[in-house]
């Protein structure tokens, strides 16, 4: 019998004061601290050290350890709303085909085959993180590119945004797919001029990558629940756990949990290897039997959580899969694509609000955008809830009248602005001159829409410090400013959407993302102080240590 485990209490710790130069509370007042007192996971109180020996002193009798960390600056723990563990896990056990590997499509294809060197007989060969914008070719590889990696096993490469890439003849061929298999809803097989299949897929297309037996998700989403025994992806997770850990990431958002996710989350914390605290959206296939099992709230415990239903209304900007009905600049014939038909997509968000579920649509263009927040303002008519906290995962391009909308219905964005940072010139590429607003953190600022910043992991790498600085400067990872300095947030407000706001967002406000008394000692421990560090340089900033609950759970050796 599988056990819930976790909910026993752990094993009562020496109280601790943990001392450092500065410590920011991003408490609601903003004060700063050189101390804090921590009896069993619990912060008792912020102060000065001769504040907090005094409070031990009346709390325990027990004399308190001291972990001193001078020369540093500690902040709360940094929640990432928004990202795909076992899905970064993945990538990280596939052939690396990003722009620092690979510049053109010779180098990748030449990288694949030596990947393949290293793998199981007849084992798929995967690669990832390719960005067409970023080869020299100015393009997608072909299928008949990657039937030089092999033909006689599937070979599949992941586009940088996730929400598609390329795959190899045989891979087509498998899967019955030829030049006259219709476009599912909300995907799509690439075809060049004369119909011939190119080998490129998107959105739900990608349904055939995970083989007969494998999660099905219809038209509800990018499928990249690729099928893995489940050690495998016990070792996934872990090393996805790891890497969310050596960026000070302490409570996680994952957006977009099937029944693959879910088994290996219960698997993690059964074993007691599940540190981070993990906070699950279902996808939306799975809301009628959400809806049928009685889950009309969040529930779980402090480590592990069901927090809403995940929806998609369009696809990516990097992959040219977002919405623009009138094509794009880069390529007029593409004009990506709608999951849902907007009534569909209204009626499932009034189901599941109706339910007090909370949702989070992935959305993208204006288009989209008008879409979703439509939706959400009816589902609001019908039930008002001055708190319901539905949020717009990316929300790249918001109109300003749709940004003041989203202020009205307490809509909460969660953006990425490492998007911005790895690849915002392709977005004005794509859309022109508009896409310079590409997440327009100021404008949501000046309007009262709090500012979530997340990951999105693993497309971008979960280092919050990072995006912090991108969110602070706007310039790109080749240097360019994408729009105004009026896009742009203080370096206090990117803190607070990568700690406070994001617990806001995660209805997990009560018990993390601030340092204060009652709640979990949940921290990161920073070599230098962001406040005090030149913009351009905060991502230089290193993660010392990461704790989590009082517990030190990763050290940088």
Not at 274 to 288: I, P, Q, T
Not at 368 to 379: K, T, Y
Not at 522 to 549: C, K, N, R, Y
Request: glycine share 10%; aromatic share 6%; hydrophobic share 35%.
């Amino acid at each position: 019998m599988r056990k819930l485990s976790g909910l026993k209490p752990a094993p009562e710790a020496a109280p601790r004061i943990v001392v450092a130069d500065t410590i920011y509370t991003l408490s609601s007042a903003g004060e700063r601290a050189t101390a804090m007192l921590v009896i069993g996971g619990r912060i008792e109180h912020v102060g000065d050290l001769a504040g907090c020996e005094a409070r031990a002193a009346e709390l325990s009798p027990v004399t308190p350890e001291v972990a001193e960390f001078a020369g540093h600056t500690i902040v709360p723990g940094f929640i990432d709303a928004h990202a795909h563990p076992l899905m970064l896990g993945q990538m990280m056990s596939w052939i690396d085909c990003g722009p620092e590997q690979a510049t053109s499509i010779p180098e990748i294809v030449a990288l694949l085959k030596k990947g393949a060197e290293a793998l199981p007989a007849g084992a798929p060969i995967r690669g990832y993180g390719y960005e067409q914008r970023n080869l020299v070719e100015q393009r997608h590889p072909t299928r008949f590119e990657l039937d030089e990696v092999s033909t006689e096993r599937e070979v599949y490469l992941m586009n940088a945004s996730g929400h598609g890439g390329v795959v190899n003849s045989l891979t087509l061929d498998s899967n019955g797919i030829t030049r006259d298999t219709p476009n599912p809803d909300g995907g799509e097989f690439f075809r060049d001029a004369e119909g011939e299949l190119t080998g490129e897929l998107s959105d739900a297309a990608c349904n055939i990558l995970t083989g007969v037996h494998g999660v099905k998700i219809g038209h509800h989403g990018p499928n990249f629940h690729l099928g893995d025994e489940p050690e495998e992806h016990r070792k996934q997770m872990l090393a996805a756990q790891d890497n969310f850990l050596q960026g000070g990431v302490t409570t996680i958002g994952d957006a977009q949990v099937s029944k693959r996710e879910f088994e290996a989350y219960l698997r993690m914390h059964e074993a007691g290897e599940l540190k981070m605290r993990a906070n699950m959206y279902l996808l939306s296939h799975l809301l009628d039997d959400v809806l049928e099992m009685g889950m009309n709230g969040q529930f779980g415990n402090e480590q592990l959580n069901f927090a809403g239903i995940k929806f998609y209304s369009d696809g990516t900007l990097g992959g040219w899969t977002a919405y623009f009905p009138d094509g794009y600049l880069g390529d007029p014939c593409r004009k990506g694509q709608l999951y849902h038909d907007p009534r569909d997509y209204t009626e499932m968000i009034v189901k599941a609000h109706l339910a007090g579920l909370q949702t989070a649509t992935h959305s993208q263009s204006p288009t989209a955008l008008e879409m979703v927040i439509s939706a959400i303002e009816e589902a609001l008519r019908q039930r008002p809830d001055s708190d319901a906290r539905h949020r717009i995962e990316h929300c790249g391009l918001p109109t300003p009248e749709q940004i003041t909308r989203m202020k009205v219905a307490g809509i909460y964005p969660v953006n990425q602005p490492q998007h911005h940072f790895n690849w915002g010139e392709g977005v004005e590429q794509a859309i022109g001159t508009p896409g310079e607003r590409f997440n327009p953190l100021g404008e949501f600022e000046r309007a009262g829409v709090p500012v979530t910043i997340s990951s999105d992991a693993p497309v971008a790498d979960p280092r919050p410090l990072e995006a912090i600085q991108a969110a602070v400067s706007r310039v790109t990872r080749r240097g360019t400013q994408l729009g105004p300095d009026s896009l742009a947030v203080s370096v206090d407000t990117a803190l607070r959407g990568h700690t406070i706001t994001a617990a806001h967002a995660l209805g997990r406000e009560d018990d993390l993302g601030s340092l204060e008394p009652g709640k979990r000692a949940d921290f990161a421990v920073l070599s230098a102080d962001p406040h005090e560090t030149p913009v351009h340089d905060i991502a230089q900033i290193t993660v010392a240590e990461t704790w989590i609950g009082g517990t030190r759970a990763y050290a940088n050796a």
